[in-house]
């Protein structure tokens, strides 16, 4: 499975971004799918998740209420709608995606995500 991020760039403090993720393969409807940001100087961090049907999403407390995670099984594709950015955003935005096969389940933890995408980097200015 390849995952290639899109989407990214500099966005003043309020705006919004959309990132994408396009997954190669003919089996993405049986992937849970993750996004994660990793700062400067800090540990990866979950941002959101969804099940591979759609039906179950997860989403940090700091990101609540701002970003979705809405995904196009058809495009295999998966997005993160992210409204009123803030400075502490920043970071650079990876993709995951979790092969086991596991229905109504979309982790929040990295590990249990099997492949990543290359990190697109969003940056918010004050």
């Known amino acids: 499975v390849q995952l290639v991020e899109s989407g990214g760039g500099l966005v003043q403090a309020g705006g919004s971004l959309r990132l994408s993720c396009a997954a190669s393969?003919?089996?993405?409807?049986?992937?849970?799918m993750g996004w994660f940001r990793q700062a400067l100087g800090k540990e990866r961090e979950f941002v959101a998740s969804?099940?591979?049907?759609?039906?179950?999403?997860y989403y940090a407390d700091s990101v609540k209420g701002r970003f979705t995670i809405p995904r196009d099984n058809a495009k295999n594709t998966v997005y993160l709608q992210m409204n009123s950015l803030k400075p502490e955003d920043t970071a650079v935005y990876y993709c995951a995606a979790d092969d086991s096969g596991r229905a109504y389940y979309a982790s929040r933890t990295a590990y249990e995500y099997n492949y990543w995408g290359q990190g697109t980097q969003v940056t918010v200015s004050s």
């Open positions: 969804i099940s591979r049907s759609g039906g179950i999403t």
């Open positions: 393969g003919r089996t993405f409807s049986t992937y849970a």
